[in-house]
């Protein structure tokens, strides 16, 4: 059976029962650059509530067909396990952002690299691994990331999000930014995450004209004015 996402019955899987069901489902059809949808990854000592939904998050950029703004779509899985078959993906919000282009001119080379005319690919359009999910004592956090031209001259960087919802199960953004120190150089398919303290790390690829291709990661501490990445690079 073709399906965008799969729900396994966890609780039976850590035991070995062999009754162990699992649920396959389609996402509701979106305008999309790129077939992929993240979903949230809990982390950290707190879990999720047992009937909290699973959350999964898609791109949508106003250059995509169909989308007249910039934001992010919000999907909810939701299931009982007493009533398998009644399980359901739907769409939950649509939270508008600032304004981010994901359209490159090229195809998968407009990244360069220092010694060789061959370019990398931004790999735009979609959600970095990982969403990350973290509950604290009167609220919950979602972090993400993805690529973006950040000047119209196919130079990437990194637009980075913290949603939060206060134990209401209706996110907002709390904050958001794009990162991109200087005018030469590229950041791109970027990983960000959150500790037990709100502080966010985000790291990515780097590389430039006269700068060969490696990693570096920046980041900045809870009480930092918001919107903004403050470790130096």
Known sequence: ETADCAILNR??????DPTA????????????GFNSFVPAYAEGPTEPEANEPCYFFAVQDNSFPGVETDHIKVFRADIDWSAPEDASV????????????????GTSDDVPQKGTTQGLDPITSFFMYRAQYRRFDDYNTIVLCQTVDVDGTDRAGIR?????????????????G???PDEENHRWMGSIAMDRLGNIALGYSFSGPDEYPGLRYTGRFKGDPLGEMTVNE
Do not use: C, H
Request: overall charge negative.
């Open 11 to 16: 609780e039976k899987l850590l035991i070995g």
């Open 21 to 32: 069901e699992i649920v396959k489902m389609t996402f509701p059809d979106i305008p999309r």
């Open 90 to 105: 739907s769409i939950s919000q649509s939270l508008n952002t600032a304004p981010f282009n994901t359209s490159f001119s």
């Open 160 to 176: 980075w999000y913290e949603l939060r919802d206060n134990n209401s199960q209706t996110w907002s953004i709390y904050q958001q």
């Open 178 to 180: 794009t990162y991109s």
